[in-house]
């Protein structure tokens, strides 16, 4: 199956939502409250959900990545979904999902987010990330973060404990010390392989820049070297609504204060229970001049487009200015789509038959 065809979340569970909202069996008398609260509560508790998460596109191919590495990406992924999964599968709220998704997926150093960020050009870590609820159309968004542990977290907490949606820099790390949120030592996002693909960077830079076509082939680079590692989850619960997060550390070598799409509503995270969550991945400048995660939204709004329609569209928008990155989307029938344009994408999925499904290859 392609990665932006159409897929649905629904399986069992779905066939039993349907034969839940059957009415009673031929010949018997209409069911009696008690049976229709039963079948009522049922048919809730059987509801289909989706679970939706990426770890960054790039140029990932199986070719250059060792099977230790793989791994680790997999187990990874893997986790997330799970956590993820715990709390729809009890009925929980989908913001609790991709927040507890995301914070795993920051904790874990094989990512550009919480620990594991890229490094600006001084040789700093700032952290981006957004939220977005599908029911309100609230959205909480952080960026430029310097000390906060897991930014997903302080995004929900502008969103859901602040009349703002966007703080930046100091100003949202003081808000992030009202509220008791974890902070930690720049020291704390320290990772060897992070800093040591500055200096290449800054290298190159001195060279004049790696041409274009070396960037997408990854020539002589480490596996991932051009992966961008944002992290990313969207999700339809059991009561139906919709929600996605992002969070990054960026881009390697930023600097002015240089902020992408992924804590920009609309740009990188968007969600509505009329359409569809979406969270993206790539170059973060291309991504805000499409408005992408909107776009897609959008499409499936005003264009009447299948979900999976619509995010290709987008996808392919962003490549044809010369971008390149990918998304996840999910919509509220539990369709749920993938697309990218560069040679992978970590990314995953899993629902209510609870077997989470990793996939990292174009292939
Ligand atoms: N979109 C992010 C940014 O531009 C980078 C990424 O996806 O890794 O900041």
Known sequence: MTDDSRRKFLGRAGAAVLAAGLPAARGSAAPAPAQRRRGARA?????????????????????????EREAAYRAALEGALRAGFEVLSRGGPGLDAVVAAIRLLEDSPLFNAGKGAVFTSE????????????????AGAVAGLRHVKNPISLARLVME???????????????????????????????????????RRKEEERRGGPPRASRRRGDALPPDEWKFGTVGAVCLDRAGNLSAGTSTGGMTNKRFGRVGDSPIIAAGTYASNETCAVSCTGDGEYFIR????????????????PLAEAARLAVEKVGRLGGTGGLIAIDRRGNFAMPFNTSGMYRGHVGPEGEPRVEIYRD
């Open 43 to 67: 048919a809730r508790a059987l509801r289909p959900f989706g679970f939706v998460i990426h770890g960054g596109a790039g140029t990932i191919e199986r070719a250059r990545m060792t099977p």
């Open 123 to 138: 040789g700093t870590n700032e952290l981006d990330a957004s939220i977005m609820d599908g029911r309100t159309l609230k």
């Open 161 to 199: 404990q602040s009349p703002h949606v966007m703080m930046v820099g100091d100003g949202a790390e003081a808000f992030a010390r009202q509220k008791g949120v974890e902070l930690v030592d720049p020291k704390y996002f320290f990772t060897e392989e992070r800093w040591e693909q500055l200096q």
């Open 290 to 305: 499409t408005a992408v995660a909107h776009s897609v939204s959008a499409a499936v709004e005003f264009g009447r487009l």
